[in-house]
């Protein structure tokens, strides 16, 4: 550090440093690489420098955000790095949710899933479009089971379209819930992170939280309910208009959807292509969009996600 003023400074304990700088302070290394910065920790502080102070803010931004993320949830993740130096703000801790199950407490990983959850903090009805691993179910539902622990709605009401009723379904064994459990199995590990398996068991079986398929929906009017539309894309105008007109007094709803992997023919035919036209504007519904920056899977799977938007020659799907 002798070439470098020292910029900044950092608090932590010996214990948090530990976990947040990695094996062999692999972490630290790749930060300090990343943004081009030197750091040291000595007698319980880290101290950052380098020759743009821009930089020096952000690996100070970033080690905070590791430093509240290992707070929150008890552990950093594979990913937790990656998505700290992808955030480019400092953490508003107004849109943690507190869950009961073994999440604990759910903070944003990037900036655009912190406009997600913002917008379902301010808007009755949100539309959330994004490529896989961008969290747009997980936190769709973890939003859900936050509001139904707070005594904010009743029950909970997720449902998705199986688009493969009219072939695959009824070739499957089993009562109809068995046959589309496979389909809705993301939703149902988000529900066991967030609430735990057996409490999940009980609410399922006391109607307090209901997984339904889409057609389900019809002919329903549903209120004091958080209502939770998952794999929208595959959804006709028609259907989604039946879906999003079930809501009733103190209902929200949340659609998500991936614009990029639709199922049914032509693609053009997606009521979630064709709503953003007709709804724009109205208020009380917002809609949102994370990319493949906003992907908390594998670092891999941004690279993936990005070279099959290149190979779409120039599509925009917003």
């Not at 530990?18 to 790749?30: A, E, M, P, Q, W």
């Not at 020759?51 to 990913?79: C, F, M, P, Q, Y």
């Not at 809501?247 to 959807?257: E, F």
């Amino acid at each position: 550090m002798q070439d470098h003023s020292i910029d900044a400074k950092i608090d932590l304990s010996r214990e948090s440093a530990s976990k947040i700088f990695g094996s062999g302070d692999s972490n630290l290394r790749y930060i300090c690489k990343k943004l081009d910065v030197k750091a040291i920790y000595r007698d319980g502080s880290l101290y950052i420098s380098g020759n743009s102070g821009r930089s020096v803010e952000k690996a100070k931004t970033v080690i905070l955000r590791l430093e509240h993320e290992l707070i929150a949830s008890g552990n950093l993740s594979d990913h937790s790095v990656d998505a700290a130096l992808s955030f480019p703000e400092n953490h508003d801790i107004s849109l943690e949710l507190s869950v009961p199950g073994r999440a604990g407490r759910i903070l944003p990983k990037t900036s655009g899933q912190e406009k997600y959850l913002r917008a379902i903090r301010n808007s009755e009805l949100v539309f959330c479009i994004g490529p896989a691993g961008t969290g747009k179910t997980y936190l769709a539902v973890a939003s859900a089971v936050a509001a139904l622990t707070d005594g904010e709605v009743d029950k909970i009401i997720i449902s998705r379209p199986a688009v493969e009723a009219g072939e695959k379904l009824g070739f499957l064994p089993g009562d109809l819930q068995q046959k589309i459990d496979p389909y809705l199995k993301p939703v149902y590990d988000a529900l066991d992170d967030t609430l735990s398996p057996a409490r999940v068991r009980r609410s399922l079986d006391n109607r307090i939280i209901e997984v339904a398929p889409l057609a389900y929906m019809r002919g329903r009017t549903l209120n004091n309910a958080f209502v939770i539309l998952d794999e929208a894309q595959n959804t006709s105008i028609t259907q989604l208009k039946m879906f999003i007109t079930r809501l009733g007094y103190s209902s929200r709803a949340i659609i998500t959807g991936d614009i990029t992997q639709i199922d049914i023919t032509p693609p053009s035919s997606s009521g979630l292509v064709v709503i953003r036209r007709i709804l724009s504007g109205i208020e009380g519904i917002e809609f949102t969009y994370l990319d493949q920056e906003d992907v908390v899977r594998h670092p891999l799977v941004q690279s993936i996600i990005s070279a099959f938007k290149r190979d779409e020659d120039g599509k925009v799907y917003r």
